[in-house]
């Protein structure tokens, strides 16, 4: 598979997310791998993620879906997936940033042949603001790896082929 014609789904579901869903949002637009199509499913927000939203309705690389009924972060990524057309599907939530090289990284593995990429992350905890670094050990983890093993894995850091 050749690496620039991957077209990647991202799927971000948002809820009440006004405070960090700016950065999130232009966390996905500074990627260095730009062939991809972000859905962000808004999910009955009652804060001003609507009006936030607003200002990518004219982003052609962006569709805002408004859900008419709140189903919840899996809900609404089940929605993106169904929605979506893209052969790669890459999730990010609204509070998540990525590294500006995220997606080509993963890309690269795919085009390799690999079918499910986790790559490490960090994670802050909200109540402290610590960092805690979770790494596999190596470059990613494979299919094949997180079968073998219970991983803890964050959906921001998983990319795959439908």
């Not at 700016?22 to 730009?34: E, F, G």
Request: a negative charge; proline letters at 1%; aromatic letters at 12%.
């Amino acid at each position: 598979m050749n690496n620039e014609k991957i077209k990647i789904a991202i799927i971000m579901p948002a809820y009440n997310c006004e405070g960090t869903i700016k950065k999130s949002i232009l966390s996905v637009i500074n990627q260095t791998y730009t062939n991809w199509h972000l859905y962000i499913i808004n999910d009955c927000s009652v804060d001003n993620t609507s009006i936030i939203l607003e200002d990518y309705f004219l982003n052609d690389k962006i569709t805002i879906i408004e859900n008419e009924e709140n189903i919840g972060a899996a809900g609404c990524r089940n929605r993106g997936i169904t929605l979506s057309t893209e052969p790669v599907i890459a999730f990010i939530d609204s509070d998540d940033l990525w590294n500006e090289n995220k997606l080509l990284l993963q890309v690269e593995e795919i085009a390799k042949g690999e079918k499910f990429i986790i790559t490490d992350y960090d994670y802050i905890e909200q109540s402290t603001q610590r960092t805690f670094s979770v790494s596999w050990g190596k470059k990613y983890l494979t299919e094949k790896d997180f079968l073998k093993k219970k991983f803890r894995v964050c959906f921001s850091s998983l990319l795959y082929i439908r």
